[in-house]
């Protein structure tokens, strides 16, 4: 039997998100990581980083 992958994992070829690691510092939503986990997939922390 084969399993696929899970339907919300982003495409292999996605570039993982690059945070400003300066902005997350003394974020407490992300702790300092610039990242958050969304429903499996990494995602910019929505209250620290800003879209580029």
Known sequence: MTTGAHPHAP????????ANIDLARYCDECRGWGSVVNDGRYELCPVCQTPE
């Open 11 to 18: 495409a292999p070829h996605a570039p993982a998100p690059h």
